[in-house]
């Protein structure tokens, strides 16, 4: 079956730019995450959807983070006005359920470079 | 801070020869799970263990848990060039994953 997916692949923008990275997640999976992955570095949390809940937004690092996960099932990343320090790779992964946090399946991810 | 840290941060090994990564966290936990990473992209899932198991097995790779140390370490043996990348632990509490900062396993052929 398909598995995550995530667009675009790439992305580069001029600083002060919004942006948009959409996740499409295994379908039936309720729990979806996003994270960031800055070069060379671990993974950082950033957000966390689950079924029709409140996200857990705690990992967003500032007001300029928001995303949304539409009808349960695609979620979009947007970042406003864009930073060089937001150049990073953003992962988003969905799992069957958030139960004891169970395996994760990643898309591919989208490497965002800000000029 | 992140709740998973590796150690090594890189490892170089000739193929054939076994590789030994560790991982150390700090707070309890209901499992911890082994990825791997090829080319800064998606991660794969390897192994998940979980707080109440001390080994487990999935072909050539074995996990241990010590959750008196706090510690699980990932056993790759008879290593081949195709296992270069990057591995992380990760650990559970509830439905948030903590990804540590990863080791570079590079395998010479």
């Known amino acids: 079956g398909a598995g995550v997916s995530q667009s675009p692949s790439n992305k580069v923008t001029e600083k002060g730019k919004d942006v948009e990275l959409r996740c499409d997640p295994i379908?039936?999976?309720?729990?979806l995450y996003w994270y960031r992955q800055s070069l060379g570095q671990g993974l950082e949390f950033l957000i966390y959807?689950?079924?029709?809940?409140?996200?857990?937004k705690s990992g967003l690092p500032s007001d300029r983070f928001s995303a949304e996960r539409t009808g349960g099932s695609v979620s979009t990343l947007t970042i406003q006005r864009t930073q060089q320090e937001d150049s990073a790779v953003y992962l988003c992964?969905?799992?069957?359920?958030?139960?004891?946090?169970?395996?994760?399946?990643f898309g591919p991810g989208t490497r965002l470079t800000v000029t | 801070s992140q709740q998973g840290e590796e150690d090594p941060q890189a490892l170089s090994i000739q193929e054939g020869e076994n590789a030994t990564m560790n991982c150390s966290y700090k707070?309890?936990?209901?499992?911890l799970q082994w990825y791997r990473q090829n080319s800064g992209r998606g991660l794969v899932h390897l192994i998940l263990?979980?707080?109440?198991?001390r080994e487990k097995h999935s072909g050539r790779l074995r996990v241990t848990l010590d959750t008196s140390k706090k510690s699980s370490s990932l056993l790759i043996t008879a290593s081949r060039a195709a296992d270069t990348a990057s591995y992380f632990c990760a650990t559970a509490r509830g439905f948030k994953t903590i990804f540590g900062a990863g080791t570079r396993l590079f395998v010479k052929a």
């Open positions: 263990i979980r707080s109440n198991e």
């Open positions: 707070t309890s936990i209901n499992n």
């Open positions: 992964a969905s799992s069957l359920t958030p139960q004891g946090a169970n395996e994760q399946y």
């Open positions: 959807f689950q079924g029709n809940s409140a996200p857990d």
């Open positions: 379908s039936g999976h309720t729990a």
